[in-house]
């Protein structure tokens, strides 16, 4: 990973400007007003002798969305440790649609980090708590307050499910969404509604046009464990294992379907990269999901989802990897087993013949926020999850 929030050195107070209005009933245009007032109060040079003001330097919006007030603290904090490295504009928006009436809060804070050269990077945040209906219009709030010409993330923090309208609504005014899976109420539903908005599932014609990126937290936390198998394959003597393999299996911590998605994914992953197409989807109980693939190229691939109720991790997390083939050589074999305390590592089994490889892999557990900042360091696509996601879309209808 690129950087972490604590690899960001924090500013001396006395290099950084602050301004700051809030008003809790106010209008848009008040907002805007103020807003540019507090930007231009910003930008004053530090003393007479300057002839003109600093100019904004901002590379990116970020707008976030959350329904529960306490997320407004906590996001606060991680656009603060952002702005040094990624100047923004952030717009927070405390949707209350459930209330009556339609009044609207809202809080401006600026700041101008002064760096060596003498131009301040500026962090200018607008926090709005939009109650009753206007809480599900969320373009025309967002549209005003972005920074055209620059790209626009949305974080969509707030557990409510993505559904077709928000997805339009958001398709107007941001560049790349980025979600938690694992923090939705119904992350499968959620997961299939990215499918098609980026033209993986057979729902895709109805949004696809102005495709915009997505990205999901819980795509990153897997790494470790793509890493782990991509390395297997690495060396060019294995290349031929890929076209052999028989069986592929993932446990995840829960019980219910959605615990699998993570697994779906990961599964979903080696089908878009490995060509296959599964032929046969269904459950096997409550706890398990069984599909067939057919590869093209060798023999038809097993592969099993499955929930195992564990009381260290939070469920969905991956427990336990497992795929083995056969080749003319004799069989072949790799386990990726979670601790089973939840501790921060697997241990990694590896079986080639008659030799038995055992090593230890570390799973170090990232923050969300040092998640986000990766994301915003790379592109606004990320074509791999894509390629993931289109592979998964018929694992995902089976957990239903």
């Known amino acids: 990973m690129a950087q972490t929030i604590g690899a960001i050195a924090s500013l001396h107070p006395d290099r950084v400007r602050t301004r700051h209005w809030e008003s809790s009933d106010t209008d848009m245009q008040t907002v805007m007003d103020q807003l540019l007032w507090l930007g231009s109060e910003l930008r004053q040079p530090d003393s007479a002798a300057e002839d003109h003001p600093h100019p904004r330097n901002c590379v990116l919006n970020v707008v976030v969305t959350f329904r529960e007030e306490q997320r407004a603290a906590a996001v606060d904090r991680l656009l603060a440790a952002l702005s040094p490295a990624h100047p923004m504009r952030a ?4 949707l209350d649609p459930g209330t009556e009436g339609g009044t609207l809060g809202a809080s401006i804070t600026g700041q101008a980090h002064r760096l060596l050269n003498g131009f301040p990077v500026q962090r200018e945040q607008v926090l709005l708590h939009v109650r009753g209906p206007a809480a599900d219009h969320l373009a025309s709030i967002v549209e005003p307050l972005l920074v055209p010409d620059i790209p626009t993330f949305l974080w969509w923090s707030r557990r409510s499910d993505l559904d077709q309208r928000a997805l339009r609504e958001v ?58 198998f991509a390395q297997f394959f690495a060396p060019a003597d294995r290349h ?47 706890s398990a999901t069984e599909a067939v693939a057919e590869t093209g190229k060798g023999p038809r691939v097993e592969v099993t989802l499955r929930s195992v109720a564990n009381d260290h991790l939070a469920e969905g997390e991956l427990m336990n990897v497992q795929m083995a083939g056969q080749t003319e050589d004799g069989p072949f074999a790799m386990s990726v087993e979670r601790d089973s305390g939840g501790g921060p590592h697997a241990h990694v089994t590896i079986a080639l013949g008659a030799d038995t490889i055992r090593q230890r892999l570390a799973l170090p557990r990232v923050s969300d926020p040092d998640l986000l900042l990766h994301m915003l360091w790379t592109s606004r696509r990320d074509l791999v999850f894509e390629s993931a996601l289109a592979g998964a879309s018929m694992l995902l209808e089976s957990l239903r």
């Open 91 to 94: 717009i927070l928006l405390h």
């Open 171 to 228: 398709m107007q005014v941001a560049d790349a969404l980025v979600v938690d899976s694992t923090q939705l109420d119904s992350p499968v539903e959620a997961l299939l509604a990215l499918a098609a908005l980026t033209g993986a599932s057979p729902d895709a014609p109805a949004v696809v046009e102005g495709r915009i990126g997505v990205r999901d937290l819980q795509w990153s936390r897997l790494r470790p464990w793509r890493d782990a």
């Open 240 to 286: 031929r294992l890929l076209t052999r393999l028989l069986k592929l299996t993932c446990e995840s911590a829960g019980a219910s379907p959605g615990s699998r998605v993570g697994a779906a994914l990961l599964a979903g992953w080696a089908a878009s990269a490995l060509g296959w197409r599964f032929v046969r989807v269904g459950a096997a109980g409550q």
